[in-house]
């Protein structure tokens, strides 16, 4: 197989540099033109090329008909645009000129990594998704839904992206940040984690941002916040929402220019992290009420993750179950072996209002009062067995994609799949459904892996 050939057309130094270590594990080679013309003229008399990156090169390099030059050839080649704008809008309008994919600036080399993997065709670095679904195997799970979280959050933790999970309390926001962490290429670094929801307000900035001796009555010392502290990792940021107005203000600062200011010191300090944001709030509804930043918002919602509640998985109880009272054999000699499939019914009806927690410490109320080797319907508490009373009936809404729960990607998935049903699998058909390019539909098509 022949190494690949890829074309940059930049005339920044620091893309070709990502690029270069993006595909410095391979042979490869790079062909670079600096000028549009120059551009124009390579995409016309290479054939051989594997991937095409264009930076937007604030303005010197006009990508129009650079896309328009690559749409012309036989192969349907990947083509990624470098954007001096990080909004979803810009993103999206590259896509509908023809890109297969925008990447914010400054770009690293592992969200270069990250956008070629979906679009390969043996050329680049394998796909290690399993290996990183492998990953995850300490959160215990069998159904299709955490199935799919697992390789989205698989697929992010190679990159360097800013993500945000949501879910409500209990569904395990934490340990996926921490899953995410370790399979980065932070994994090495620290990962701290801080509550925003359970630090006063006025210890909150100085908790995240250190303060310098003397800046208050009681700074008796320098201290670092976190923001240093968890320099070359992650920083955990739960319960996001409950982050005050002022805060919020020097939180958007860090994530744009990597600066943190302390607390009574006139210098910025620069730190290189990860931020992982978590919230069982609805940030939209915040942000209309004015308690969150939009601003704020955009920067933290890169790349979401939804963790679905446990009432809608209840595939996953049983085996959650089993691996609770496993962890209380092994630590307390508990008697219980199992449960009976009657039981695991009633805990499957189960609304789970606290989630996993909930399951966790009904399991552990289990260890102390049951005291039959086989956990029985008898044995689960009362709310349990009692038969839940039929919701009064109400107006339906409006029929919506969100109400089905479903992050950004599966959405997409689904419209994708749905288009090419309508096109019985012709590829230039669906391409029309959906006013997008056959070369941008080839690409989501195998980044979703639909055949």
Not at 208 to 231: E, M, S, V
Not at 243 to 260: T, Y
Not at 358 to 364: C, I, Y
Request: aromatic share 4%.
């Amino acid at each position: 197989m022949h190494a690949p050939t890829v074309a940059l057309i930049s005339a920044e130094p620091a893309s070709r540099t990502a690029l270069e270590q993006a595909l410095s594990d391979q042979p490869s080679t790079l062909l670079v033109a600096t000028t549009t013309d120059a551009g124009l003229r390579l995409l016309a008399d290479r054939q051989d090329l594997t991937l095409i990156v264009c930076d937007d090169s604030e303005g010197r390099i006009a990508r129009a008909p650079l896309l328009a030059q690559a749409r012309q050839s036989e192969g349907d080649i990947p083509f990624i645009v470098l954007g001096e704008s990080d909004t979803a809008r810009a993103a999206l309008q590259a896509v509908r000129e023809g890109a297969t994919d925008y990447l914010p600036k400054p770009v690293t080399a592992d969200a270069i990594r990250a956008s070629l993997r979906p679009s390969q065709t043996g050329h680049f670095e394998a796909d290690h998704a399993q290996e990183r679904l492998l990953g995850f195997d300490h959160i215990i799970s069998v159904s299709p839904q955490m199935q799919l979280v697992k390789r989205l959050a698989g697929e992010v933790a190679v990159t360097d992206a800013t993500v945000l999970i949501t879910g409500e309390s209990g569904t395990g926001k934490e340990l996926f940040a921490r899953a995410i962490h370790a399979l980065s290429p932070r994994g090495k670094g620290p990962f701290l984690a801080l509550n925003c929801a359970g630090i006063p307000e006025p210890l909150l900035e100085s908790e995240l941002f250190g303060y310098q001796r003397g800046a208050f009555t009681d700074a008796k010392q320098t201290k670092p916040g976190k923001f240093q502290l968890a320099a070359g990792g992650t920083l955990f940021l739960d319960e996001i929402g409950e982050m005050s107005l002022p805060a919020q203000a020097k939180l958007l600062r860090v994530l744009e220019d990597h600066l943190v200011d302390p607390l009574g010191d006139t210098h910025s300090i620069k730190v290189n992290i990860r931020v992982i944001a978590a919230t069982n709030e609805d940030l939209p509804a915040q942000i209309k009420a004015g308690r969150f930043r939009l601003d704020l918002y955009y920067r933290l919602n890169v790349y979401q993750l939804r963790l679905p509640p446990l009432r809608e998985r209840p595939d996953d109880i049983e085996p959650i179950l089993r691996s609770f009272l496993e962890h209380a054999r092994q630590q307390r000699g508990c008697r219980i072996q199992g449960i009976a499939p009657a039981a695991v019914t009633l805990l499957e009806r189960h609304d789970w209002p606290g989630n996993v927690r909930e399951l966790h410490n009904v399991v552990e109320g289990l260890t102390i009062t049951c005291r039959n080797p086989t956990i029985q319907p008898e044995h689960l508490p009362p709310t349990f067995r009692t038969p839940r009373t039929a919701a009064p009936s109400v107006v339906p809404e409006k029929s919506s994609l969100l109400a089905f729960g479903l992050s950004f990607q599966e959405m997409e998935k689904t419209i994708l799949e749905e288009a090419l049903r309508k096109a019985a699998g012709n590829v230039s058909e669906a391409s029309r459904l959906l006013k997008i390019t056959r070369n941008t539909l080839r690409y989501r098509m195998a980044k979703y892996r639909i055949s």
